[in-house]
């Protein structure tokens, strides 16, 4: 197993594998010819809008919908008085794996219930969005008010430990911690805080629903296609095989479309109730009042060290919540099992439940948090110690896993900071606080560690060959802007030795052989694995057939002698193109299915975790300007150097190392969620008062990859999504830390925190 | 969006008398505010009078070598304004320093004198607020409340003011024109705005009816700067932003003009800093001793109370690079 993709690679010549390809939907994107969830035109297109909740935790007594009604191009009003019921949501089950895909457990519009302040209570169904929107306006639900649990920070003390899985271990205890950290001659123990964020996107949410008769077509901004397309056959207790889910444009994911919230389920919902095709777009505020986004978190990092800076002692102890409607347990701690080699590590995560929207997937969900406080709590300790952040790492890189013992599948830490401190100029730093400056500027310097998890998922694919020698693969992917579809096409035309323009990707349709979800930087590396199984399977098919074809030059050759190119196969002294051998076998196509296991994923899964562990990871260098008279912060240089295996398409790759460090400088100086402690309402739900980084707050950033394969995952590949965020909030304030000598333990890091 | 009457006046005399006789009238400039408003419930008019037809969109030398601005310039084309980038400076800066490229395309003069507060609570139908919802309380007084006001405030509202534009304004003696059915008169543009009070939905001096037509900016002779001080570094409102002119001859300031935004819910010109400036040296214990003295009158909270020493700053900061001519940024 953990050599195979090792192998096989060489065998296909690398002419697409590692380019700067074009998205292969850039011209549909850029011309405007590309049809996101909400520009399906139906005839009879109805819109519908949401009348969100204004009270935390309560019951609906009534809801007043006169007015609401009255509005010219109203066509109905769905409560819970009058909608009609969908199923329950099903319980979180390893088992129904589809179950995993409910953004909450509320029953919408089956329920009086209120679970959080914005939970949707009725629903508009109208002619027009305008008339939608403005009758949403006026319905007027009445509650009976429940107390509501809403404060974090007043809920903290009460945390409950996260329970462990087989998939996703929580906690760790190797030695003794406590008692290694009482005695370590120098150490640091410092309590962070991180805040709720919310997702954003550049496309809200949207979903077109039909409905005929029993058969259901959803156009659907989602990156969990086949999940959905489970899920809504579920709630609306209709077969699955009569669902459809087409999402072939998502405007962007971060794991805010990785689960099915209240406006899927109500568009759906009210499309049955009257009998229209409906259309719901959410606001900007509907996104933040029924989507998910990353849990707070508060976290303590312990570390203790002799005096040459190895580690004695490890401890990281987070609390993140999840909501009493839903929400899944942040593995905060996640990166401490895998940074430092330190004989005494513990490891807690515990959560507590709210009565908010419940948390989701928000780009490297756990890591993202938790590299914030570790690697803070790491550049401390090189302060205490008087050492370079950079060689305090290296003393403390460990051979194996520290929590586990397994074997490193991949590691190149060590070359990412060599590298990464050549390019950056990390001789040039003074390593005094406050002593470095560029004209009134105060100019600082931070390193900090980068690491996600790699996982490898299934996914299904087919691959057709065309006696025209096209290649036409098939598999229900999600392509969220990230490039997904044109890394596979460049895969395939590398395996199948074809130009890159005679592969056509068929995506984003559930009627198409199912791909995992996009989430845990899984998909490219899930796909690959299918695509490089298929066009395997199909080159044999293909040479079965020449070795049966009289005269061809493949006749008593072997496949493993054979090189794919040119649109064929070939060895040094000839070969054959595949419309060649088509033709000669009076075929008109060859086609190979690879089916996806997944009772088999998970045992590989389990399997392979006890021996091995693999991981993107990277090492971040951020240059701050500090304003010395109102501590304005900005990031002013970044370079990020990456071990991301084999690199596919290195301009989308590098746009989501880059992404991801632009999503990291957000969260260090600027994003936050602000929840009314006093009604568990969400005060800031939009842009203009959400702070995600404007392009001036954004420098070049200059991505480096090492681009050495992992020998263990598909053509060598690790995923790109989420390790860039990774270590970025913790690269800031280590950089804000060297230029005023000020360590902020609370994000975001804004200019009060300075003062 | 609620239903509305929409109307494109002919002339001046006509948009003042529909928004005089119509109950529920409005003036629609760029729309950049009111129509966001609108879309949100906030805004609810009745009519809509569209003035953007009305010529009053040019920039114009008045004697004595001020300008006269109309009230439908727009606000990227005032920034640009090479007359308005020699002697005001600090007009063409704070401009610059507000919304987006996009968004000053749009904006009026007029328009963003009446900009409405961008506190979060009056945006949030569900949240209690005096200025939207008169006597329904003030959800920000223990809320969140780190970008809202210190200076002038009130139990009844804490907001602020959000125009950069106007804080300029107010350090420059800009004069306000507006005609109105009785005529034209002219309003100090500092006399412009209220202080909240009991009455924090009342937010300026304007009658019913009343349309600002121009904006007179009287000459000066001291040098000017607008510094902003915010979140990110584009495209957020001030936590605090100054805007200044000082001249000093022989160590002494012989002329000092210090406004704020950002801390108070008007365009707050800040007089008692320059009573302790005025005829004094500029340096940097004078610059915190004036600050600090226009902010002894401040109500501080725990979410804003970093504003008042923020505040001290950035004027320091401001008028320190202005008698020294230290390229701030």
């Given amino acids: 197993m953990s050599t195979k993709y090792a192998e096989a690679a060489p065998q296909a010549a690398t002419k697409y594998v590692g380019r700067a390809v074009d998205r292969l939907d850039a011209k549909a994107k850029t011309t405007g010819e590309a049809r996101f969830a909400a520009e399906h035109p139906y005839p009879d297109l109805a819109h519908a809008a949401l009348v969100h909740a204004t009270v935390a935790r309560g019951r609906v007594t009534a809801v007043d919908t006169a007015r609401a009604r009255a509005v010219r191009g109203v066509i109905d009003v769905l409560t819970h008085e009058n909608a009609p019921a969908m199923k329950p949501a099903p319980k979180p089950s390893l088992f129904n794996l589809s179950s995993l895909v409910s953004g909450t457990t509320v029953n919408y519009l089956a329920t009086d219930e209120v679970y959080w302040n914005g939970q949707p209570v009725a629903v508009v169904v109208a002619e027009t969005p305008e008339a939608a929107r403005y009758a949403a306006s006026l319905v007027r639900p009445s509650y009976e008010e429940w107390p509501a649990v809403v404060d974090f920070a007043a809920e903290e003390p009460n945390a409950v430990p996260q329970k462990s899985n087989p998939m996703r271990e929580s906690g760790a205890d190797k030695g003794d911690a406590r008692a290694a950290l009482a005695t370590a001659p120098v150490s640091v123990d410092l309590r962070f805080s991180t805040p709720p964020q919310n997702h954003n996107a550049i496309e809200p949410h949207a979903t077109t629903a039909v409905w005929d008769g029993d058969r259901l077509t959803v156009h659907e901004a989602t990156q969990n296609i086949a999940w959905t397309r489970k899920h809504l056959a579920l709630r609306f207790g209709v077969p699955e095989r009569g669902v459809r889910v087409l999402s072939p444009y998502v405007g962007g994911g971060f794991g805010g479309k990785g689960s099915v919230w209240a406006g899927t389920l109500l568009a759906v919902l009210a499309a049955r109730a009257t009998g229209r095709p409906v259309r719901l777009a959410l606001t900007r505020e509907g996104v933040y009042h029924t989507v998910g986004g990353r849990t707070p978190s508060t976290q303590r990092v312990a570390l203790g060290a002799d005096a040459q800076g190895r580690l004695s002692a490890l401890i990281h102890t987070s609390v993140s919540r999840t909501a009493r409607a839903g929400g899944g347990p942040e593995p905060v701690t996640s990166a401490s099992r895998h940074l430092y080699a330190s004989p005494n590590i513990h490891l807690s995560d515990s959560t507590v439940r709210l009565d908010l929207v419940p948390n989701t997937f928000m780009r490297a969900p756990g890591e993202a948090i938790g590299t914030f406080a570790l690697e803070s ?3 401390e300790l090189s302060w205490e110690l008087g050492m370079d952040p950079i060689e305090l790492r290296m003393r403390n890189e460990p051979e194996r896993n520290p929590v586990g013992g397994q074997r490193f599948a991949h590691r190149m830490l060590r070359e990412a900071y060599a590298v990464g401190a050549e390019r950056f100029g990390w001789r040039e ?12 500027w105060l100019v600082g310097m931070g390193v900090a560690t980068a690491y996600h998890p790699a996982w490898l998922m299934a996914a299904s694919v087919t691959m057709r060959l065309g006696a025209d020698g096209t290649v036409v693969v098939r598999c229900g992917l999600q392509e969220m802007g990230m490039g997904a579809a044109t890394a596979q096409a460049q895969i395939a035309a590398d395996e199948m030795g074809v130009p890159l323009e005679s592969v056509r990707m068929e995506y984003g349709d559930s009627d198409l052989p199912p791909s995992p979800g996009a989430g845990g930087s899984a998909q490219t590396a899930s796909v690959a694995a299918g695509v490089l199984a298929a066009g395997a399977k199909l080159k044999r098919s293909v040479h079965a057939l020449a070795r049966r074809l009289p005269g061809s030059p493949l006749r008593g050759r072997r496949l493993e002698e054979l090189t794919p190119r040119d649109g064929g196969l070939f060895h040094a002294g000839g070969g054959q193109t595949y419309a060649e051998i088509l033709a000669g076998a009076g075929r008109d196509h060859v086609e190979a299915v690879v089916k996806a296991s997944m009772p088999a994923f998970v045992v590989r899964t389990l399997r392979d975790r006890r021996r091995l562990m693999r991981a993107a990871s990277g090492a971040q260098f951020c240059e701050v300007r500090v304003d010395p008279d109102t501590f304005e912060v900005r990031v002013s240089r970044w370079v990020g150097v990456f071990d991301v295996g084999t690199v596919i398409n290195a301009t989308t790759a590098a746009s989501q190392l880059r992404g991801g460090i632009v999503m990291g400088i957000g969260a260090a100086l600027s994003e ?3 929840i009314d402690h006093r009604t568990g309402r969400i005060v800031n739900p939009s842009l203009a008062e959400y702070h995600v980084p404007v392009h001036a707050d954004v420098p070049r950033i200059d991505v480096h990859y090492l681009d050495e394969p992992d020998p263990t995952m598909p053509l060598g590949l690790l995923g790109v999504g989420e390790v860039g965020i990774t270590g970025a909030a913790a690269a800031v304030a280590n950089a804000v830390r060297h230029a005023t000598g000020k360590r902020v333990l609370d994000l975001p890091i804004t200019l009060d925190k300075l003062l | 969006m609620r239903p509305f009457a929409y109307v494109k006046p002919a002339d ?48 114009t030398e008045l004697p004595g070598g001020g300008l006269r601005v109309g009230a439908l310039v727009r606000n990227s084309v005032l920034a640009a304004d090479r007359r308005v980038r020699a002697r005001y400076p600090v007009l063409s800066q704070a401009l610059l320093a507000g919304a987006s490229a996009q968004l000053r395309n749009m904006a009026t003069v007029g328009g963003n004198l009446l900009q409405r507060t961008r506190c979060p609570y009056f945006y949030d139908g569900a949240a209690a607020c005096n200025k939207r919802e008169p006597g329904s309380g003030c959800d920000a007084l223990d809320g969140f409340n780190r970008g809202h006001a210190i200076l002038g405030v009130s139990e009844s509202c804490i907001a602020t003011h959000p125009s950069d534009m106007c804080v300029a304004l107010a350090a420059l003696d800009a004069v306000v024109e507006v005609r109105g059915p009785d005529g034209t008169r002219r309003v100090p543009l500092t006399d412009l705005h209220r202080l909240p009070g009991g009455t924090p939905e009342i937010e300026t001096d304007l009658a019913r009816g009343e349309l600002v037509t121009a904006v007179e900016l009287p000459p000066i002779a001291a040098a000017s700067r607008y510094r902003k001080v915010r979140d990110r570094a584009s495209y957020a409102f001030a936590l605090v932003s100054v805007a200044a002119a000082l001249q000093v001859r022989d160590g002494e300031i012989t002329e000092i003009r210090l406004a704020l935004g950002g801390v108070a819910p008007k365009p707050w010109r800040a007089r008692e800093a320059e009573r302790v400036l005025l005829g004094g040296p500029a340096d940097e214990a004078a610059f915190r001793r004036a600050a600090e003295a226009e ?26 690079e202005l008698s020294t001519g230290e390229d701030l940024r």
């Fill in chain 1, 377 to 379: 709590a790491m550049d």
């Fill in chain 1, 429 to 440: 730093r003074d390593p005094r606080a406050g002593a470095m400056r560029d004209g009134r």
């Fill in chain 1, 672 to 674: 936050q969620t602000l």
């Fill in chain 2, 12 to 59: 001046i005399e006509a948009a003042v008398r529909v928004a005089a006789t119509e109950p529920g009238a409005k003036f629609l400039g760029g729309g950049t505010n009111l129509v966001d408003l609108m879309r949100e419930g906030i805004e609810r008019p009745d009519t809509v009078v569209d003035v953007t037809g009305l010529p009053l969109d040019t920039v």
């Fill in chain 2, 295 to 320: 902010l002894a009158q401040a109500t501080l909270r725990p979410g804003n109370a970093f504003k008042a020493g923020l505040a001290t700053a950035t004027i320091a900061a401001t008028l320190r």
